[in-house]
C-alpha cells in the first residue's frame, strides 16, 4: 500500500474546520478538525471509498500534521486513522498532547 498519493492537493478549509483532498479538481476526502487556542483535536477522517488504501488519507493527513507543526499546534488525534498514521510515521509524535 502507497503511503501518499502523488495527485492528491490538500487545502484548508477554515470556515468548516476541515482540510480538504482533491484529485483532479474533485473533493475526495477531508480531515475534520476542532481547533482551541494553541491545540488541533481531529474528529474524522473520510476518504472517497473507492479510493480508499491508494495513499489519499496518508497524502491529506501528512499535510494536516505538517501544517500544525507549522502553526505550533499540539495535536490531540481522536479519529482512529490519525492515530494509526501516527502510529506508523513516529516522526509525528510529539505533535500529541
Known sequence: MS???PG?????DEAK???VATLD???VGFAAYERSGDTIVFTHTVVDEE?????VGSTLIRHALDDSRLRRLTVVPECEFVVAF???HPEYRDLIA
Do not use: K
Open 3 to 5: 503511503t501518499d498519493h
Open 8 to 12: 492528491v492537493e490538500v487545502s484548508t
Open 17 to 19: 474546520s476541515r482540510y
Open 25 to 27: 479538481g474533485d473533493p
Open 51 to 55: 479510493l480508499e488504501g491508494q495513499g
Open 86 to 88: 501516527i502510529e506508523d
